[in-house]
């Protein structure tokens, strides 16, 4: 040791050094440090590097984290989509890293929901961090309703709406986009209530259930 082809230029121990430290041991080992480490140097992780050493579920089982290297990410279980990833804005004023993902400097090692779901614990060298689920959040705007929302519905998996309108008609949306893929006749008056099946979105085998028209 080191071994011969390091990339930091150590040389192997001398004879006299081996000698030297076998004796040490022999006599016991005993000693003291009295010297102290400087600050560690952070650098960038290598992007090959992605083990997942945490994962964690909500309690409600809606979501899931997983921690990948330095990376937190965090999925939607019924629609098995990725919601997020979480980002330190912290260490990006760093200059390590320039783009959004990073949790923290070194691997996640630990990964925990609260019992409300509301905040995720991540454990990584010597620090602990909370997130806080963000309330209150728009994640989707559905412009250009013709008449004014009576109802509305989003299917188990998260990726399809349903409105329903003072004059009857039923408009399905796509979350992803905001824009209305479909729209359904049939009733004749207000769309009071709207819902999907629990088995997906809209279209077989997933259409919604809508409620009567009064």
Known sequence: MPPADNNVGA??????????????????ATGEVT???GPVKWQPLPPGINPIY????????QFAACGRANQIFVYHLPSGRLVTRLTDPELLKTGLYKNQGVAHLDMVQALSFSPDGNLLAS???????????PQ????????????????????????????????????LWDLATGKPVRTLAGHTAAVVAVRFSGRGSGGSPGTPDLGLGR
Do not use: C, F, H, N
Not at 11 to 28: E, F, V
Not at 123 to 133: D, I, P
């Open 123 to 133: 454990g990584a060298y010597r620090e602990v961090k909370l997130w806080r689920r």
């Open 136 to 171: 209150d959040v728009q994640r989707s705007q559905l412009a250009g309703l013709a008449e004014p929302a009576q109802s509305v519905a989003v299917s188990p998996d998260g990726k399809m709406a349903a409105t329903g309108d003072a004059k009857g008609a039923i408009t």
């Open 11 to 28: 040389k192997p121990l001398s004879p006299a050094d081996l000698g030297l430290i076998k004796l040490w041991i022999d006599q016991g």
């Open 54 to 61: 945490a994962v964690t579920i909500a309690p409600d089982g």
């Open 35 to 37: 010297g102290s480490a």
